[in-house]
């Protein structure tokens, strides 16, 4: 028997201790509460996310990119749509042989097949995997017929990139292409919008433009389950096309200049000599972009890139030359301004048989028989090179740098529009002790007279140096995109000292091409309308030996690498100056047979054109 | 005498019947709904496998639990001893003839039903010290006979549900027993040290347990540690709780759960997707709602007469708090995963069905409150 005391003990105790139980009962349930109160009031926010995170997921759409269009709106750089085929692997079943059918369906070659498996592994699954990007319409057809046996292939219509104009906007454009790590690396734009198949500006202004143009991107917001299944769509929000980027350039005009310079190699550059608009720049030979867009096959490229004529660089803005006798009327100008001749300055030229002798060296003129007794205006007329040496030894290196500098040589023309633009090269005394630590030679200074030994210029910076010439000489800045309203101080400002030296200049450059024994007379247009004025140029590639001036070879008979580089420069029409241009053929031969004639197709239909430009200008303007 | 034997007769059907605590049942009855409720909602809001099972399972124990109720408390103190022996045994069973379900035998087919005799052990084993302590003189509960005993009927059924292996079911099953041990008057002292003791020899357990079991303490220390596997539950069910802010999300549009990012949604992980639903609020009140359960049975217990029927209820709602407890803390990240269901709430049988015969035998002390127990 239990004795009642001994009861009450233990009852005792038993109500102490649950007491105490009690007591840290509450302070454990205060504990809990606590928590909830944490992570579902303090912390909801974060949770919140972390919560979304889980179930919705993004698929980003490639953004469409904007467009370029020439000066009258056509496009020159447009999209359409590509039928495509896209695969996301975790909505496959069984893929492997999804995609042994698709391959067979599609024909695709071994080759192709493993390229699409190792795509396959290196991205995640429930990521686009394309299987093919540009499926002409029977094969996109043909896949849609056999949907019912390829579960999870989607056939897409996607929008691609499209060059209409082919290879006649190549080196301005540039082409697109599958965006690659380094495209990632370099552009933070890219990496934010990039999809797989992304395409992006590879060179040219594609690149250049590359923010303006890439757009941004769709987004189809979709909940997911755990396992990555789409539940339903929540949101699509539509991306916004890239802006349209509209040109200067003239279409009919650019084509023109590629279809002079067929089966040459060289560059033609037109220039609009009061607001510096760029009607057309062209370099041959050129490639047709669209084969870039979905990759181009190892064989193309091989063929572009092995081609002696080098298609790949674009010669208007890289490719650096010795202006040859283009430079003359810098060198007159110079020697004008600097007062150190008169326009009536003459000199004897000999020709062959008796050179200039000057310290110990002999300097030729290119006429065998000479030019006898001439002052300046015969000198650019003919081109004599006796006279311009006798002016560059008189005016010094120096002097003619400062002036050719003012006229925009030896700088780039483009700021930083286009990557691959060259400076070229204006040299001094100053220069060459810098760079090749030597002292200057005189007779350094007076082959640069003639555009020769150090001198280099691009296309565009001739084009630009005759322009500034043409407009009377006033400063301008080339543009290539329409509504890019430069704003710089020193537009339009005077590079001369004296306005009549100009005149002097233009005089004598319009009498080289229109007057007889002009050294491009004979592709002289007589129409006032069309009337045009430049200077010839014929630059040396190689030092002409003595057993060459014997010879006296014709073009045709010299290898091609040693042929000389024919140049051009001109502008018109000359009553009322309006466009410069500047053409180059490399190895072509002499700047008179080669490179004049071009100039005069060309002048032709820029002037023709000039009055549709000036009426689709004063429409524009009566529309608004 | 007179006046107790007049008392005892009143003791018949509609006596008891008065008697019962209706505050607790209206409790258990709100809880089985509101666990219907959810378990519907993990069902995707259809009335599928595991609501009905549920509900089916529900109102069976429920009844059983009435039924309980109205037998006397002498009866359940008469058959302490024998029903432990009976569960040990379905124990051994198991573990020769179990049904293997995810790499443990725990399960005994019954023909009609698959019964946890783990579970129901996790209530036995409190029946069994309560009538061992009800005799036991208050100087003897400390002696060292009587605390080998009992430390004997932990221990076994211990290890025979570690080795299913089920390391959660038999820790609550001890801390069941610890509980009684502590209400019988164990001295203090040994607590404490037993306490220090299992912290010091804590390294030392932790290199006796099984690999996956070691993996889910490294991850309850740092659940990042593995995000997607082992951490995986954790952190999912703290973004599921956490998301659910202060009011919820509403009832059926749990993104966690419906989306399946929600691991052992139906049962130890209901907790979370109840909190989802309902917020800080509905768990908040969910957790009053267990507070009250657990109040009323101790204050069944405290209205007793009988020492026995004292230590069964005191013993009894401390351990289904402290189910409920771990089972919180593990989904809110306070504890290393282990697995314990919450009382009522998650899916299961056997769960279901110890907790409804704790309940019983709870209401049967209240219909009894007057008899005493020699």
Known sequence: ?624 | MYQYRRFNNKNGFFQKFGNLDYILLSCLLILGFISLATMYSTDGGEVLFHTRSHFIKFVVFFSMMLVISFINIKFWFSLGYLSYAVILGMLIWTINFGITASGSKRWIDLYFLNIQPSELMKIFIILCLAKYFHRMKSQHVNSFYSICFSLIIIFVPMSLVIIQPDLGTSLLIAISGIVVLWFAGLNHKYFFYSCLLSIISLPIIISFLKPYQKLRVLTFLNPDRDPLGAGYQIIQSKIAVGSGGFTGKGFLKGTQSYLEFLPEKHTDFIFTLFSEEFGFIGSVLLLLIYSIIIYRVIRIGALSRSYFAKLFCYSFGTSIFIYIVINMSMVLGLLPIVGSPLPIMSYGGSSMLATMIGFGIVMSAKTHSQQSIA
């Open chain 1, 1 to 624: 028997m239990i004795s009642i005391s001994d009861s009450a003990t233990k009852l005792n105790s038993l109500n102490r201790r649950m007491f105490i139980l009690a007591t840290a009962k509450i302070i454990i349930l205060g504990g809990i509460v606590s928590r909830l109160f944490f992570l579902q009031v303090k912390e909801n926010k974060k949770y919140l996310t972390l919560s979304d995170k889980n179930r919705i997921r993004e698929w980003k759409l490639p953004p469409i990119r904007g467009e370029f269009q020439d000066y009258f709106g056509n496009t020159i750089a447009g999209n359409f749509e590509a039928y495509q085929l896209h695969i996301i692997p975790e909505e496959v079943e069984d893929f492997r042989y999804v995609i042994y059918r698709v391959k067979e369906l599609l024909e695709l070659s071994e080759k192709q097949f493993k390229k699409i498996v190792k795509k396959k592994n290196e991205i995640k699954p429930w990521e686009t995997l394309i299987v093919a990007d540009n499926l002409s319409w029977e094969k996109f057809s043909k896949i849609n017929n056999h949907l019912y046996d390829l579960n999870g292939v989607k056939p897409v219509i996607s929008i691609s990139r499209d060059y209409p104009y082919k290879e006649n906007f190549t080196h301005v454009l540039g082409y697109v292409s599958q965006a690659n790590e380094n495209d990632l690396l370099t552009n933070e734009n890219i990496k934010e919008k990039f999809v797989p198949g992304l395409k992006v500006g590879k060179t040219g202004l594609e690149k250049s433009f590359e923010q303006k143009l890439i757009g941004s991107n769709s987004v189809e917001r979709y909940e997911v389950n755990a396992y990555g299944r789409r539940i339903s769509q929540l949101a699509f929000q539509k991306g916004d096309k890239g802006q349209t980027i509209k040109l200067t350039i003239d279409t009919k005009i650019q084509e023109l200049t590629n279809e002079l310079l067929k089966e040459k190699a060289g560059s033609i550059c037109v220039m609009d000599i009061y607001t510096g608009a760029i009607i057309a720049m062209h370099s041959s030979p050129s490639f047709d972009p669209n084969s870039f867009v979905f990759g181009i096959s190892q064989d193309e490229w091989q063929l572009i890139r092995n081609n002696p004529m080098k298609p790949l660089v674009n010669k208007s803005l890289s490719g650096n030359y010795s202006p040859g006798s283009t430079i003359k009327p810098i060198v007159a100008l110079s020697a004008l301004e600097n007062e150190i001749i008169k326009p009536d300055f003459t000199v004897q030229c000999k020709g062959h048989k008796n050179p200039l002798e000057l310290y110990g060296q002999t300097y030729h003129c290119w006429k065998k028989e000479g030019h006898g007794f001439v002052n300046l205006r015969e000198a650019m007329k003919q081109s004599c090179d006796t006279y311009f040496y006798e002016v560059a030894r008189r005016l010094g290196v120096d002097r003619l740098s400062v002036t050719a500098k003012k006229f925009g040589l030896g700088q780039k023309v483009f700021k930083d529009i286009f990557d691959n633009e060259k400076m070229g090269l204006v040299p001094n005394t100053e220069w060459k002790k810098n760079a090749l630590g030597r002292n200057w030679v005189l007779g350094e200074t007076i082959i640069t007279g003639i555009g020769q030994g150090f001198i280099q210029t691009t296309p565009i910076q001739l084009c630009l140096m005759t322009a500034q010439i043409a407009n009377g000489g006033y400063k301008i800045y080339p543009k290539i995109v329409a509504n890019d309203d430069n704003q710089y101080a020193d537009k339009f400002t005077p590079l001369y000292k004296k306005s009549r030296n100009i005149k002097i200049v233009q005089d004598a450059m319009f009498s080289s091409t229109n007057e007889v024994r002009g050294t491009s007379y004979r592709s002289r247009l007589d129409d006032p309308k069309y009337r045009f004025a430049g200077k010839t140029g014929t630059s040396q590639v190689k030092k002409i030996t003595e057993r060459d001036r014997e010879l006296d070879l014709k073009t045709f008979q010299i290898p091609y690498e040693e042929r000389d580089h024919a140049l051009y420069v001109a502008f018109g029409p000359y009553q009322r100056p309006r466009y410069a241009l500047s053409i180059i053929i490399e190895h072509g031969g002499s700047g008179g047979t080669v490179a004049a004639p071009l100039a005069k197709e060309l002048f032709k239909m820029i002037v023709d054109r000039h009055e549709i430009r000036k009426n689709y200008d004063n429409k524009k303007y009566l529309d608004i």
